[in-house]
């Protein structure tokens, strides 16, 4: 005989965890994220000024364009616009083709800021973000382990940013503007891949302790079982004779 179709237990295909470059948006984001920069130092160097500034904004609506054409995420696309918009501005303001990088360098200082605060109020950001993304609570912060995991993490993080800002405002101050392109590049993706990895660490440690805990923790009895216990406990006493 064959089994219910009710019995059957039912599998989902379930889709493959997106690899570490995906996440950043694979290699076309990469290229994406750096092209306004190359752009802009070449146009920079053979035009002048004026010209980089139309041409990296040029190239940053190019993009965003490119990804409605190709149905791809815009998030990253209008983000990167808007960032190149705001550089673009900053360097026609200040007339110097270094003030495009410096909306990137105070902005990294900020970040720095805000990771090293989330550590210290122990809410590290590593954590708070990835368990609000999936729904998991806030029990990882009861444990000691996972909070300490989190904040290295965070930590992590942090000195990603810090090392960003200190690199890039020393190029900045002593105008080497290729080197500082060159720089914002290197330290952009390759630095936060190192800095995903070790949240991926953090998160991996955590659920493993966390879920180490579960098991060994004794099951709470659910409302029905309480009940079907007391039956059973009652309909074994023996009745008392008047």
């Known amino acids: 005989m064959t089994e219910p179709v009710g019995g059957e237990e039912k599998t989902e295909d379930k889709k493959p965890q997106p690899t570490l470059l995906e996440q950043m948006g694979g290699l076309s984001g990469l290229f994406y994220s750096s092209l306004p920069v190359i752009v802009f130092v070449i146009a920079n160097a053979i035009f002048g000024l004026t010209v980089g500034i139309w041409a990296a904004v040029g190239s940053a609506v190019a993009i965003t364009v490119l990804r409605i054409v190709r149905k791809e995420p815009l998030q990253p696309a209008i983000s990167g616009f ?15 083709a270094k003030g495009f990088f410096l909306f990137g360098i105070w902005t ?6 805000v990771f090293v605060l989330s550590i210290l109020v122990r809410w590290p950001l590593a954590g708070v973000v990835w368990n609000a993304l999936n729904g998991s609570g806030h029990a990882w912060r009861k444990d000691k382990k996972s909070l300490i995991s989190y904040s290295i993490a965070t930590a992590a993080m942090a000195l990603i940013f810090g090392a960003r800002f200190v690199v890039q405002r020393w190029l900045y101050d002593e105008d080497y503007t290729g080197w500082l392109a ?20 953090a998160v991996r440690r955590s659920d493993k302790h966390l879920k180490a805990q579960a098991e060994a923790a004794p099951r709470e009895e659910t409302d029905e079982e309480i009940e079907a216990r007391l039956r059973a406990k009652y309909a074994q006493a023996p009745a008392v004779d008047n």
């Not at 960032?83 to 303001?93: D, K, M, N, P």
């Not at 990294?108 to 800021?113: A, D, E, K, T």
């Open 82 to 96: 808007f960032g190149v918009a705001i550089a673009a501005f900053i360097a026609y303001r200040t007339g110097s």
């Open 108 to 113: 990294s200082l900020v970040y720095c800021g």
């Open 182 to 201: 060159f720089a914002k590049i290197a330290m952009g993706y390759p630095l936060y891949a190192l800095g995903l990895l070790t949240v991926v660490w």
